[in-house]
């Protein structure tokens, strides 16, 4: 063990728990990933408490403070603190012992593992776009050009008609199978743009986690692995989101433009997990599969996916990142109360029973904001019946859906 960096074997603890049946093999990679990540690698630990530390939120405790440091400095948190539940209540009563600033969240162990992939990527890469606007219509046309432009819409549909074929051989098709997607030649141009994109978002992508106090497992422009602390969460996701759509669909180097990688969108999973008791293998596993069923379930794809360690996931449109950013605060502040999903299955019963359609996306958003009222001091969070929009299986489900994503979201509180 000395050979691969282990020094002392009590410390093997922190990658290895009671009971487990591992193999000699398993044994060794254990070993090497603790020897050699040591003195390089952040523990999920500190990636938990390491956002509040830097904000000196636990300079009025010292003891408490020191303990931090020690799991920042790669102390196994378990032996800090004596065990999972120990620093789990030590940390909740923070804010009494710390006199923390009441307007950010207690410490806690849990963090969030933030798992993203852009949308039809295998499209983009083949050339298959999205559909374009078309040109104006002739009556928005100024007097004299109108020649001109019927001259370039003939050229216009001469050029369509051969990329179609071009396209159908690329089997280039739109949404559902059919042919409304248009096709863009791949030219050692359109690659190089695409590649450049990748790793000028990529280079975002690590910016902002790292300043938001994560730890970015990898990241490819494409696709996102990183580990934050929950008070950060989301505002990884906007901004990740907001950096992968460009500047109007560009990315802006000094005088040049290069286009974007947001010709689809990109969907995220963000999952709460406990930096002790869960296992970060099992957790980043399950965060990626329900980032998968998110873009299966949610209408366009552009989806994101919260879940909780303890069970709970919700879908919702990346874009309203921010709206469950807002319930969680309300929570906290204890405007929203937590029993809210539990009441709205409640009031959702076996239910809505009317069949579909537009009545019954009202309906529904009826019940929700009814419920979110009676359960709230000072009004709901605005939007908050969009969370309806994200699943296309009809309003009962819509409703079940928002019920999982307010549950999971309670875990930011």
């Not at 487990?20 to 408490?49: I, N, Q, T, W």
């Amino acid at each position: 063990m000395a050979q691969i960096g282990v020094q002392n074997l009590a410390e093997l603890a922190k990658v290895f728990r009671p009971k487990e049946a591992l193999g000699p093999v398993d044994v060794l990679k254990r070993a090497l990933y603790y020897g050699v990540s040591r003195d390089r690698v952040e523990s999920v630990e500190a990636v938990a408490l390491r956002w509040h530390y830097r904000r000196g939120y636990f300079k009025n405790c010292p003891d408490l403070q020191r303990r931090v440091e020690e799991v920042l400095q790669g102390a196994d948190a378990e032996a800090v603190f004596t065990s999972p539940e120990a620093a789990d209540k030590t940390l909740a009563q923070a804010p009494q012992l710390c006199g923390g600033d009441p307007a950010i969240p207690a410490p806690t162990l849990m963090y969030a593992i933030i798992r993203a992939d852009g949308d039809n990527i295998g499209k983009l890469i083949s050339g298959c776009l999205p559909p374009a606007q078309r040109p104006p219509v002739e009556d928005r046309l100024v007097e004299g050009d109108k020649g001109q432009w019927e001259e370039d819409q003939r050229r216009l549909e001469k050029l369509e008609k051969a990329v179609q074929v071009l396209g159908e051989k690329a089997k280039c098709r739109g949404a559902g199978g059919g042919a409304e997607a248009r096709y863009a030649v791949p030219s050692p141009a359109y690659y190089a743009a695409l590649s450049a994109s990748m790793m000028i978002t990529a280079l975002k992508d690590a910016y902002i986690v790292a300043k938001h106090d994560g730890e970015v497992v990898f990241a490819g422009g494409d696709d996102l692995l990183a580990f934050a602390p929950l008070a950060a969460a989301f505002h990884i996701v906007k901004e990740s989101r907001e950096a992968y759509w460009g500047e109007g669909g560009f990315h802006k180097i000094g005088p040049y433009s290069l286009p974007a990688l947001a010709a689809y969108g990109k969907s995220y999973s963000v999952r709460a997990a406990h930096s002790i008791t869960d296992f970060m293998a099992i957790e980043v596993e399950e965060a990626t599969r329900l980032l998968e069923k998110a873009k299966e379930a949610v209408r366009g794809k552009d989806a994101l996916a919260i879940s909780t360690s303890t069970g709970h996931a919700g879908f919702a449109k990346a874009r309203h990142a921010a709206l469950v950013e807002q319930i969680a605060e309300a929570y906290r502040t204890g405007n929203l109360s937590k029993n809210l999903p539990y009441d709205l299955e409640r009031w959702a019963g076996d239910g809505l029973r009317c069949g579909g359609g537009e009545t019954c996306r009202e309906a529904a958003s009826i019940i929700l904001t009814y419920v979110a009222s009676r359960n709230s001091k000072n009004g709901i969070p605005s939007r908050l019946e969009e969370l309806l929009d994200a699943v296309a299986d009809g309003a009962d489900a819509a409703l079940k859906n928002a019920a999982e994503l307010l549950k999971a979201a309670r875990e930011w509180a």
